[in-house]
């Protein structure tokens, strides 16, 4: 079984360690035909401390999560009336790590949070990504 890949965030003197990933959450009706819910999962975890902070968004009405459709990508999360996030990107962590500390989610113990609740304010502070055209042939 391989490690998992983990990045590394520095804010101030704190040095964290933090990853994605997708997931599909059973129906809890099984058989009723309904497709089973995706969640991306930020999992942020401060080095020299025990615990995590879990940031999860459920896909559901106004809600694109990555492999949703729309073109999104593991990672990326966005509403159907504006606004996306890129779960890879460090700014959009960052700020969504503040936003639970300022929540009052801690580290010491395996917390969990809502991202939807932090997901317009921090959305609203980054700047958009920076989008490269495709390169093919020039006509």
């Known amino acids: ?15 964290y360690r933090w990853w ?3 997931r599909h959450v059973r129906d809890p009706a099984p058989g009723s035909g309904v497709a089973s819910p995706c969640q991306e999962v930020l ?15 459920d896909s559901g009405p106004d ?7 729309w073109g999104a990508h593991e990672g990326g999360v966005s509403r ?3 606004g996306y996030l890129n779960l890879h990107r460090p700014a959009a ?10 929540d009052g989610q801690r580290f010491g113990h ?14 609203e502070r980054l700047p958009p990504e920076r989008r ?8």
Do not use: K, N, T
């Open 93 to 102: 962590v960052r700020g969504l790590l503040e936003a639970a500390l300022a």
């Open 110 to 123: 395996a917390g969990q949070v809502d991202g939807w609740r932090f997901f317009d304010a921090v959305a």
């Open 132 to 139: 490269e055209a495709p390169a093919g042939p020039s006509a």
């Open 20 to 22: 994605v990933s997708h």
């Open 63 to 69: 809600r694109v999560v990555g492999g949703g459709g």
């Open 1 to 15: 079984m391989g490690r998992r890949r983990h990045r590394h965030l520095v804010i101030g003197s704190e040095r």
């Open 43 to 57: 999992v942020v975890a401060r080095e020299g401390s025990p615990g995590v902070i879990r940031i999860f968004f």
């Open 80 to 82: 159907v009336r504006g």
